[in-house]
Structures are given as structure tokens and as C-alpha cells.
């Protein structure tokens, strides 16, 4: 299974674009990559997928590089609600019942 | 549409005591799992199930069981609890065709 690595933490102001990288140098061909949020005593929540290069959604954006070893995740004009935690997350596209978690990256966002 | 749903929300057990930790989801997903976090850190895989009376061992097996006997259930049970225990628990569910799992609101335990 591939390890990531991420920073422990992050701090951003309100509006703006907030960006998160992931590095997994030895992500398998099979992977996907996944960023889950996780709030203070709640359980993580979904927020984007994706193989390579960009996807995109209504909440995020998953910046992805040829070479797969790193991946960003960015949020645009953050809010203080968007203070979390952000796990990126490596693995096979359908092994959703057995996620690897690492200690993720604590986003605090001030006004 | 409830969801995962986790019962109890708090539990507070001295050691040696077990329990049971429910879950249940009515999305109709084939695939449960139940992980712990333990303060600042991931999210642990205890054990996990690909449908009804199919079960396999996460990361952290040992000290807990878990079985499978309906789609919708998967309790967590603990055999005999002890301090090392104390942690926070959230099942998880997901439709094997799905990119995401859904996670229920944890259940935070004790062991005193």
C-alpha cells in the first residue's frame, strides 16, 4: 500500500485559495487518490477522487502530475468552516472498506 | 435516508467490562468497516466485511469481533475492555461500485 505524506498542518485566512500536497512516491499503477475532510468529532467525509492529471467539483479541485508521485488538493476562497483536518488517501478505486489513513493535515482558517 | 448510524454516542466501561458497539446503515452497502482514532491521529482498521457473513481483520484486529449476519448490521463487539481501548470509533459503509465510504458520527469510549 502506498504511504503519503503530508504536512502536519496549515494555516490560511478567509478568501483565499488554500492548497494541500500529498506526496506518494510509490503509488501503485492501480491507485487512485482520494482526499477525505474530517471535523471535530465527526466522521471523515468524501471530498474528491481522481487518477491523474485535474478533477474537479462543486467543493474542490485535484491537481495531479504526470508521474502520480504528488498530488494537490485545492480549495478556493476558503471559510472559517473549512477548518479541518484533510487526509489524502492512496489506494484501489474500489477498496472503499479498507481506507489507509494517515495523520493528515490540519487546515485552521482565520477571519 | 439515516444514513450510518452509531450507537452509543459515549461509553464509559471499566476494564475488563465488554460491549458492544452497533452499527447500521440503510443504503444498502455491501461493504462495512469499523476504525478507531486515538487522539491526533488517523483514522486505525480494525476489522471489515464485503457482504453478509464475510468478514476479514484490519490493522488492529486483536481484542475485538466483529460479525456480519444481515446487510444492513455490523457490530463491533469488545471481549474483555481495556485502557489501551479508549478511543474513538466510526463505522463506515460503502456500495462496492462507489468511490466513497460514508462515515457514522463515532462512538467514544472510555475504558477505565
Known amino acids: 500500500l502506498a504511504k503519503t505524506t503530508q504536512p502536519i498542518s496549515m494555516d490560511s485566512y478567509e478568501g483565499q485559495e488554500v492548497n494541500i500536497t500529498c506526496s506518494h512516491n510509490n503509488i501503485a499503477t492501480n491507485d487512485y487518490i482520494t482526499w477525505y475532510q474530517q471535523f471535530p468529532s465527526q466522521g471523515p467525509r468524501f471530498i474528491i477522487q481522481g487518477y491523474k492529471t485535474k478533477v474537479t467539483n462543486e467543493v474542490a479541485s485535484l491537481f495531479i502530475p504526470a508521474d502520480r508521485k504528488s498530488s494537490t488538493l485545492s480549495l478556493p476562497r476558503v471559510s472559517l468552516s473549512d477548518t479541518a483536518v484533510y487526509y489524502c488517501?492512496?489506494?484501489?478505486?474500489?477498496?472503499?472498506?479498507?481506507?489507509?489513513f494517515g495523520t493528515g493535515t490540519l487546515l485552521a482558517v482565520q477571519p | 435516508n439515516a444514513g450510518v448510524t452509531q450507537t452509543p454516542k459515549f461509553q464509559v466501561l471499566k476494564t475488563g467490562q465488554s460491549m458492544t458497539l452497533q452499527c447500521a446503515q440503510d443504503m444498502n452497502h455491501e461493504y462495512m468497516s469499523w476504525y478507531r482514532q486515538d487522539p491526533g491521529m488517523g483514522l486505525r482498521l480494525i476489522h471489515y466485511s464485503v457482504g453478509a457473513g464475510i468478514t476479514d481483520q484490519g490493522e488492529v484486529p486483536n481484542g475485538y469481533n466483529v460479525s456480519r449476519s444481515t446487510t444492513e448490521d455490523f457490530p463491533l463487539r469488545l471481549l474483555s475492555a481495556a485502557p489501551s481501548q479508549t478511543s474513538v470509533y466510526f463505522c463506515?459503509?460503502?456500495?462496492?461500485?462507489?468511490?466513497?465510504?460514508?462515515f457514522g458520527q463515532g462512538t467514544r469510549l472510555t475504558v477505565v
Open positions: 463506515a459503509s460503502s456500495y462496492m461500485e462507489n468511490t466513497e465510504a460514508f
Open positions: 488517501l492512496v489506494g484501489d478505486k474500489g477498496a472503499t472498506n479498507k481506507l489507509i
